[in-house]
C-alpha cells in the first residue's frame, strides 16, 4: 500500500492497492469505486484515481468507508484484484518459472492518458499488448521511457496554426513509482560502453501483472545536456534520436541485467530499441562466445515487429554518427568497423546510413508485419535482404494487429452483452460462436443506447470548448469551430488520428460544394468530427489541420464540421464510442493496419474506409463499406473523393435516415449488429496475442 495515500481510512487501504496498478483502468468495477466516492472528483482528475485518491476531501473517504453497500463493492473488487495479482504466471498453459521471459521494447506505450508516453497507434497498441499479456498471463517484461514532457500538448490557434505545448508529466499524481534497490535508493543504471557516459533511473508501472521499466534520464548523475535525452517522445533532433535509441536498447537491457530480468525471448516493437539486440550479442561474446555463433543464439530467440509501410518512417542514422557513439562498443562485439557498420546497411541504399530496421531484421529469425496487406508491402520493401529469394517467400509473416476488449469497449455496451450473450463472453470473445448471439438484441435498445453515447460525446465537445472560452477567452468563431453547434440528431462522421500527408484527412474536403449540400440537406443532413495531432516537425500535417479549421469556420458549412483539439486517449473512447461512421482513406498501402478502425467497430460503430490494411481482412459487403479497391495511379485523391461521396449519397445516408415508427433505422441496425459479430473475434487483442505465442514465442523458447 503506498504511504503516500495518507488521507485513506484503515478500512479503505485497499483503494491504494487498486490506484497503483493499472489493472483499474480496464476494469469498470474498479473505476466505479473511485467513482462513487464522488462523481465530481472523479470527472476533476480526468478519471484518474491516483490524483483523485490525493485531493478528495478526506470526509468523502470517511463516509465511503461507513457506507455499507460501498464497503460491500470495495471488498468484492479487491478480492478479485488480489485473487488475480496472486495467479501464477503461466506461460501458454503450462506454469513456468524466470527462464521463460519475453522482455518486450517499444518507444512508446498508450496505457492511460494520465501517462502521455504514446504519440498515436503504435502507443496503443503496445499498452493493448501488455494488457491482454496480463489478462492470458503470458511472462511478459516490457521496457520503454520515461517521457517527463511526454508527447505534446495541441493547442489550435486563432489562425488554425497547431502549435505544441509541453505537457508535463505529474509523476506523482499518476500509477507509477520508483524501482527501489534494497538500500530504498532508485535504482540508477550506467549505460554499457558510452562515452560520456550517460545513466538511466528506473521507474515502474504496474499493468495488471506485467511490470512496464521506464528508462529516465533527467536525473542529476547526468550532464544537463544528457539529462534531456529522454525528456520527450520522438525528438526531431537527429543526434539526439540515436541517443535515445540507445539508451532505450542498451540502457533498457543493462536495466533488466541490473534486477536480475534474464529474458529468454526478445521482442522488438519497431526498430527504435534494435540496439537491445546488440547489448544482448554483447553479454554473449563477453561470456566467451564467437561472435558468429551469439549472433545466431540471438537471431533463434528474437522477433523482430515492424509497424511502418513508410519508407520515412524507418530510422537511418549517418555513418559518422554511428561512429561518434560506437566506436568503443563495436571491439566488445568482436567484430572491426566494416562488419559492424554492415549490420545496418540497406543492400538497395548503401551510402544512406545505418537503418534501424535493417539491424532488427537480421539479427532476428522471428519477423512480422501488422496485417497480411502490410506483409505484402514488407516483402517488398525488404526482400534486398533476401536477395535469392522471391518477393513471396521473403522470411516476414503477418500478424494482424488487435485491440485489448475490455479497455476499449463502452461499459454500458459490456452491460448490454451481459444480459444478451450471457455473463461469461468476454472470457471467450475471441470464439465466433458467441457473436451470433448480437441478433438477439432488440434493435431498439442498441439504437438508444448509442444515441446515449453520440450524446455523451457531443456534451463531452461542448464541455471542452465551453473551459476553453472561459479559461482562454477564444472568440466565437473559434468555438463554433470546436464543435458547439454539433446536433446529437444528425449522421455523425469521426475522423480521428495523426495528422500527416498520407492519411488524407482533408479528402472529404475535396469538392467543397458537393459536402456542402450534404451537410445542409434539410432532411438528411450530415456533420463531421475531425480529432488529432501533427507531429510537431511534420508541417504539412500542420497545414491540414489549418485548412480543415477554416472550413469550420465557414458559415455556409453549417456548423456541422468540427475539429476537436488536443486528442488524446480518453476523447478517443468518447469518439470510438459516440460517432454513427468511422471514416479512414490513407494512401495505399501505406496503412500499416488500423486499429482505431477496430475500436469502433468493436462498439457497433461501422467502417467507411480505402481497402488498406486490417480492412482487407475485415469487410464483408455487409459491415462498413468499402472503396480504393480499383483506383490506381499516385493522384488518386479526385477518384477516392468521389467515391467517398457516392457511398455518402446513395447507400449511408439513405439507410441511415430510413427510420421505422419507433425511431430506429432497421437497415442502419443490421450493418451496425454485422460490424459487432464480424469484427470483435477475429480483431481482438487475445487472439493477437495468442498468434504471436503460437508463431513465434513458443518456437524461439524451444531454441533457448
Known amino acids: 500500500m503506498p504511504t503516500t495515500f495518507t ?51 478526506p470526509q468523502m473517504l470517511a463516509e465511503a468507508a461507513k457506507n455499507p453497500e460501498y464497503l460491500k463493492m470495495y471488498d468484492e473488487v479487491l478480492a478479485r484484484f488480489r485473487r488475480e495479482m496472486a495467479e501464477d504466471v503461466r506461460c501458454f498453459g503450462e506454469t513456468v518459472d524466470s527462464n521463460c521471459t519475453i522482455a518486450f521494447f517499444s518507444a512508446e506505450y498508450g496505457i492511460h492518458h494520465s501517462l502521455p508516453f504514446y504519440a498515436g497507434g503504435l502507443g496503443f497498441l503496445s499498452g493493448d499488448y501488455l494488457k491482454e499479456c496480463s489478462d492470458l498471463g503470458v511472462p511478459l517484461v516490457a521496457v520503454g521511457f520515461m517521457y517527463p514532457e511526454g508527447y505534446v500538448r495541441q493547442r489550435i490557434r486563432e489562425d488554425g496554426r497547431q502549435e505544441s505545448m509541453d505537457e508535463l508529466l505529474e509523476r506523482d499524481a499518476a500509477s507509477i513509482a520508483r524501482v527501489l534497490q534494497e538500500n530504498g535508493v532508485q535504482l540508477t543504471v550506467r549505460v554499457p560502453l558510452i562515452d560520456p557516459p550517460i545513466y ?3 521507474w515502474k508501472i504496474a499493468v495488471g501483472k506485467v511490470p512496464l521499466y521506464l528508462m529516465d534520464t533527467d536525473i542529476p548523475l547526468n550532464d544537463p545536456w544528457n539529462r534531456k535525452i529522454s525528456s520527450q517522445l520522438y525528438i526531431g533532433d537527429r543526434e539526439q ?9 542498451i540502457g533498457g537491457s543493462a536495466a533488466l541485467e541490473a534486477m536480475g530480468i534474464k529474458p529468454a525471448v526478445m521482442h522488438l516493437n519497431e526498430g527504435h530499441a534494435a540496439f537491445a539486440l546488440l547489448e544482448r550479442l554483447r553479454e554473449m561474446v563477453r561470456k566467451g562466445m564467437p561472435f558468429a555463433e551469439a549472433a545466431a543464439a540471438v537471431r533463434r530467440t528474437s522477433l523482430f515487429t515492424s509497424h511502418t509501410p513508410v519508407a520515412a518512417g524507418h530510422d537511418v542514422f549517418s555513418f559518422p554518427l554511428i561512429e561518434k557513439y560506437f ?52 516483402r517488398k520493401m525488404w526482400q534486398s535482404l533476401w536477395p535469392d529469394l522471391p518477393e513471396e517467400r521473403v522470411p516476414i509473416d503477418c500478424v494482424t494487429n488487435g485491440i485489448h476488449v475490455p479497455t476499449w469497449i463502452e ?35 442498441l439504437w438508444l443506447l448509442h444515441c446515449w453515447l453520440k450524446m455523451k460525446l457531443i456534451n463531452t465537445i461542448r464541455e471542452q470548448v465551453r473551459q476553453k472560452w472561459v479559461q482562454e477567452k477564444v472568440t466565437p ?50 456533420q463531421i468530427i475531425f480529432a488529432g495531432k501533427a507531429h510537431p516537425d511534420d508541417d504539412e500535417g500542420k497545414r491540414i489541420i489549418q485548412r480543415i479549421f477554416q472550413k469550420c469556420t465557414d458559415p455556409a458549412m453549417g456548423g456541422r464540421i468540427a475539429l476537436v483539439e488536443n486528442y488524446d486517449e480518453q476523447l478517443a473512447q468518447y469518439m470510438v464510442h459516440g460517432v454513427d461512421i468511422w471514416l ?7 496503412e500499416a493496419c488500423g486499429t482505431s478502425g477496430m475500436k ?33 495511379g499516385e493522384n488518386r485523391d479526385p477518384a477516392d473523393a468521389e467515391a467517398i461521396y457516392n457511398l455518402l449519397e446513395s447507400q449511408i445516408i439513405p439507410l441511415y435516415y430510413d427510420v421505422a415508427e419507433n425511431g430506429t433505422s432497421p437497415g442502419w441496425l443490421k450493418v451496425m449488429k454485422e460490424t459487432i459479430k464480424s469484427n470483435f473475434p477475429m480483431f481482438s487483442a487475445r487472439r493477437m496475442v495468442k498468434e504471436y505465442s503460437e508463431k513465434f514465442y513458443l518456437p524461439a523458447l524451444r531454441q533457448t
Open 600 to 632: 469502433a467497430a468493436l462498439n457497433g460503430v461501422p467502417h467507411l474506409s480505402i481497402l488498406d490494411g486490417w480492412w482487407v481482412e475485415a469487410y464483408n459487403g455487409r459491415n462498413g463499406w468499402a472503396l480504393g479497391g480499383d483506383v490506381a
Open 584 to 590: 479512414n482513406n490513407p494512401l495505399p498501402p501505406l
Open 200 to 202: 538511466v533511473a528506473v
Open 477 to 526: 468563431t473559434f468555438a463554433l469551430a470546436g464543435g458547439t453547434l454539433l446536433d446529437p440528431t444528425v449522421l455523425t462522421i469521426g475522423f480521428a488520428r495523426r495528422f500527416t500527408g498520407y492519411k488524407r484527412a482533408y479528402l472529404i474536403l475535396q469538392d467543397v460544394e458537393r459536402l456542402k449540400r450534404m451537410l445542409n440537406d434539410r432532411w438528411r443532413p450530415v
Open 411 to 445: 461499459p454500458k455496451i459490456e452491460l448490454l452483452f451481459n444480459r444478451y450473450l450471457g455473463d461469461d463472453w468476454l472470457a471467450h470473445h475471441e470464439d465466433p460462436e458467441v457473436w451470433q448471439k448480437i441478433d438477439t438484441i432488440p434493435d431498439l435498445e
Open 241 to 249: 534520436r540515436l541517443r535515445q535509441e540507445i539508451v532505450l536498447g
Open 7 to 57: 488521507a485513506l481510512p484503515e478500512r479503505l487501504h485497499g483503494l491504494g492497492e487498486i490506484a497503483s496498478n493499472l489493472w483499474w483502468s480496464w476494469h469498470p468495477a474498479a473505476r466505479m469505486l473511485f467513482k462513487t466516492i464522488n462523481r465530481a472528483a472523479w470527472k476533476e482528475s480526468r478519471h484518474n484515481p491516483v490524483k483523485m485518491l490525493r485531493e478528495v476531501p
Open 327 to 378: 566506436r568503443s562498443y563495436w571491439p566488445g562485439l568482436g567484430i572491426d568497423h566494416d562488419a559492424f557498420l554492415q549490420l545496418g546497411i540497406n543492400p538497395t541504399e548503401r551510402h544512406a546510413g545505418f537503418n534501424m530496421t535493417v539491424l532488427a531484421l537480421r539479427l532476428s529469425d522471428y519477423r512480422n508485419a501488422v496485417s497480411r496487406r502490410h506483409g505484402e508491402t514488407a
